[in-house]
């Protein structure tokens, strides 16, 4: 199947700080690629749709300005949380959508001290 | 209308035995449904998927059961091993090709040797 890319794996920032998360298709063009964050045992929580060449399609009750993506490249996209705060502390999941199939990345596992 | 509802929430099964993985959602214009693996800190992995104009769909040991009356639909483990002992999610999604996911509760399953 195809392969997409996350990096970094895990990442520890300093609250008040931003940290930006990496999405990539590694052997496929996404046009489309979906974020999601996970909380331990629970399940998967769609954040935001990420369309190439135009503006992300977020959830209701996901805040646009504090987790901002930006998918410039039809292999890239990125997460950035702005202004990280212990609670944003959690493991971000990214996903691409080849033909009609959608694979997931690895995740990232974000801790804000 | 948006829900999938997966169940049991974890499953332990012994090894060499049939691990059965229900879910049932209310919205009829899902046209896609697939079944992802996950293992603890990594992202999901697709093991099978299923469109509705067929009720059922094996790879390997892994066969998806689709019930479109009943609107569920469920995956079926023969001979689990424990190497299968994972985090099993099941989806859903509407629209050509596979849009955004709506997600299962998930179900941890435990395969004892």
């Known amino acids: 199947g195809a392969v997409v890319s996350q990096h970094p794996s895990w990442v520890i920032c300093k609250s008040g700080t931003s940290v930006k998360i990496e999405c990539r298709s590694l052997?496929?063009?996404?046009?489309?690629m979906f974020w999601y964050r996970q909380f331990p045992k629970q399940s998967l929580m769609l954040m935001a749709t990420?369309?190439?060449?135009?503006?992300?399609?977020?959830e209701q009750g996901v805040e646009k300005d504090k987790f901002l993506i930006n998918h410039a490249s039809l292999t890239l996209s990125t997460l950035t949380v702005t202004s990280a705060h212990p609670e944003d502390s959690s493991f971000y999941i990214c996903s691409a959508r080849e033909g009609n199939t959608i694979y997931f990345g690895e995740g990232s596992w974000l801790t804000v001290v | 209308q948006q829900q999938v509802k997966q169940s049991p929430q974890s499953l332990i099964v012994q090894k060499g035995g049939i691990s059965i993985i229900n879910c049932a959602y209310e919205?009829?214009?899902?046209?896609?449904f697939p079944w992802y693996q996950q293992f603890p800190g990594k992202g999901p992995a697709l093991l099978i998927a299923i469109r509705p104009d067929v009720s059922e769909k094996k790879e390997g040991r892994f066969t998806i059961s689709f019930n479109k009356s009943a609107k569920q639909f469920s995956l079926h483990i023969m001979d689990s091993q424990p190497g299968d002992s994972a985090t099993y999610f099941c989806a859903a999604s509407k629209g050509q090709g596979a849009q955004k996911l709506v997600f299962g509760q998930g179900t941890r399953l435990t395969i004892n040797p």
């Open positions: 990420s369309n190439e060449g135009s503006k992300a399609t977020y």
């Open positions: 919205n009829t214009a899902f046209d896609y």
């Open positions: 052997d496929f063009q996404a046009t489309t």
